[in-house]
């Protein structure tokens, strides 16, 4: 039975509390009680019935889309097509989708105003997608404890779908992927969780998503969609419904594996740039040379490329290279320059930690400011931070952390780190390390940030943010 929406309102049986034990498995997975969505048996057989998209008809306003994955892709895609089309989205984590029926995205994608004037819906049942002519899935693809492709909510996403699929369906992932999977992963699970067959009774797809969270400028509703399928006529559908969705237009890729292949290696490529700029600025600090200063010089060369040293964190650049090596090795390549790239960004926490020892008169009372993977998100997923945060405390020193947008519960449970929510009452430290460039650090004043110093000691700029402010010649200054 098809459930009765009344977008985001609350339903009952949706207000489980959040107290499952938090894994980071559990967290991509979405959190609780979901085996037996991944493996999907206890869903009946799909009745195959004629699709609406069945021998390819025009797309239209009554294209019926679901979203499966509700996250930093799943949610603003939704949004966006949803200004087109009939659009479902479905979750595993029901605080999630409670949340979002109330219009809140605690990943601070949508607005509450924006989220509340969408006509999407939101469930926690696959049954409510069966009459979906299109799912799009979104779920994550992370990696293993030995960084290793971990495809579990992938495969899980695909085994509920697939008793769901009607005939005619397309099923596009936009999950990153290495070359192969929605083909020969996702295509085999499907097949055997139907009893269809993929390319005549539905049909593969698979966009890359290229969104950057945090960034209000490269929204999903403006760039470019790459867009690839198993046939002609489904790729043609594919550019008319994204193209619907973004003014940036789409791009068919040759196949699909050309379209995974290309999300993969631009992550892929920005990872080894950076590694580059890293590996730079290691020599340069033994040369008593900051690296801002010589990438500002070499950057006004036409051709110089603009990228800047750091941590690697979260679950996108830090993770996709892996996913190419993994593949690369099942085809007997050793990804060499793609590992040492990996290798150079996943040491830089400990590279800056020493370095702020280095900078330290003994045991000292530090304030990291900073803990998200990025600046002006929430997402502490993968978060190179901790490894600072880590080392400095093998060194001996007292660290404080303070983030105004991490989650402190979860911050508490996967990183095993309080977090302090307020920048008032912060002082006596002995040195700040600027981890993070968060709207809210840059706009402290030179007095704040001195008086959290008493007056005197180390300011260690991670992310250049502070490189034009004077401050008083009793604060000593390091930065990359
Ligand atoms: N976040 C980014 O910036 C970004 C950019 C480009 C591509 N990607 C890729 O997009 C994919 C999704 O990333 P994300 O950041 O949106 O992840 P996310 O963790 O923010 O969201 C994923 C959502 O999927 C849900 N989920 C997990 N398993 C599920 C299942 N079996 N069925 C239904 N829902 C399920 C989770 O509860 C969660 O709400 C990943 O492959 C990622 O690499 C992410």
Redo the contacts with the bound molecule.
Sequence with gaps: MLREYAPYSTQDGFAEPFNEKKTWTNY????TN?TH??YGTEYPMAKTKPSALKGHDKVSSKTKISI???????LPLAVALARSFDVIG????KE?VRELRQGFDR?MEIDTPNLRASSMRFSTDINDTRDADIHIV????PVDENDKPDLT?LK??CS?VGPVLKQGAIVVV????YPGVTEDVCGPLLEETSGMTSGEDFYLGYS??????GDKVHTVDKIIKVVSAQTDEVTDILADVYGSATTGGTYRARNIKTAEAAKVIENAQRDINIAFVNEATMIFQKLGISAYDVLETAGTKWNFLNFTPGLVG???IG??PFYLAHRANEVGHFADLILTGRRINENMGKFIADSVHDNLDGKSKILVLGVTFKENVPDIRNTKVVDIIRVLREHGHDVDVHDPLADKDEAQQFLDIDIIESLSDLHGYDAIVAAVAHSVYRDLSTSAIEEMLGGKGLLADVKGIWRETEFSPSIKRWQL
């Design positions: 991509y997975l979405g959190v979901v969505i991944y499966v994955g509700l996250g930093y892709v799943g479905f979750d595993v984590n999630r990943t979104t779920v994550p693809t909510p899980g996403a509920a936009e999950s990153t992927v890359p998503e290229r969104i950057n969270p979260g679950h996108c993770v996709d």
